[in-house]
């Protein structure tokens, strides 16, 4: 089994910037993509962003387009989003994913259990 870990959310003023950080450990996986998705109050689950393994190739949503930026580092098992110039209606919680396939879809096969990310005005 695989465990998501995600770190680095908060409270920020309108503007402001955070990084997010997940951290995948448990059974060593092969090559997996890992992503990341948020969950407003009484929405859907939406998708945020994606990297590859090799992190050469990234997907972004068109709100966050040109804000967010998605990386991973060596060993590749950690990830990292960071979110500038945040908006009130980016406030939600933010899930980590990991698996097989690189897609802007829930199919991933691991979810870590979300952090939370409140912007205020």
């Known amino acids: 089994q695989v465990q998501l870990v995600e770190s680095g959310g908060g409270l920020v003023q309108a503007g402001g910037s955070l990084r997010l950080s997940c951290t995948a450990s448990?059974?060593?996986?092969?090559?997996?993509?890992m992503g990341w998705f948020r969950q407003a109050p009484g929405k859907e689950r939406e998708f945020v962003a994606a990297v590859s393994w090799s992190g050469s190739t990234t997907y972004y949503a068109d709100s966050v387009k040109g804000r967010f930026t998605i990386s991973r580092e060596y060993p590749k098992t950690t990830d990292y989003l960071q979110m500038n110039s945040l908006k009130p209606e980016d406030t939600a919680v933010y899930y980590c994913a990991a698996g097989t396939i690189l897609t802007t879809t829930t199919n991933y096969d691991y979810w870590g259990q979300g952090t939370q990310v409140t912007v205020s005005s």
């Open positions: 448990g059974r060593t996986f092969g090559n997996v993509a």
